[in-house]
């Protein structure tokens, strides 16, 4: 596991998630390094180390969203970066209402 400085998806994932959902919480965990022995990560070049993430959010533009729609929103601001070999995203979207 390399606990080095984000790579430049993780870097896209953080800045585009800052800028659109303008969160109160953020945490990204780079979790590709449990994946990349898979046949399908090899096949799409996922010894890069960027290909698999757990995303812990906590934004308002979540309020008054089904689980389902908040993760719709989440892709559709990543759509980029799944389009080009982000694999899997592990989400918790939460308001600060559900934190309290």
Not at 19 to 42: C, E, G, V, Y
Not at 65 to 93: D, F, I, N, P
Request: no cysteine; net charge negative.
């Amino acid at each position: 596991m390399d606990t080095a400085s984000p790579g430049p998806i993780e870097t896209s994932i953080h800045d585009k998630l800052v800028q659109s959902l303008q969160p109160i919480s953020l945490s990204i965990t780079n979790d590709s390094w449990k994946h990349r022995h898979h046949a399908p990560m090899r096949a799409q070049g996922g010894d890069n180390g960027e290909t698999h993430f757990s995303v812990q959010i906590v934004s308002d533009a979540f309020k008054e969203k089904t689980t389902m729609q908040r993760h719709r929103l989440v892709y559709s601001v990543l759509s980029e970066e799944l389009a080009q070999g982000l694999h899997s995203l592990s989400l918790r979207t939460r308001t600060t209402d559900e934190i309290q």
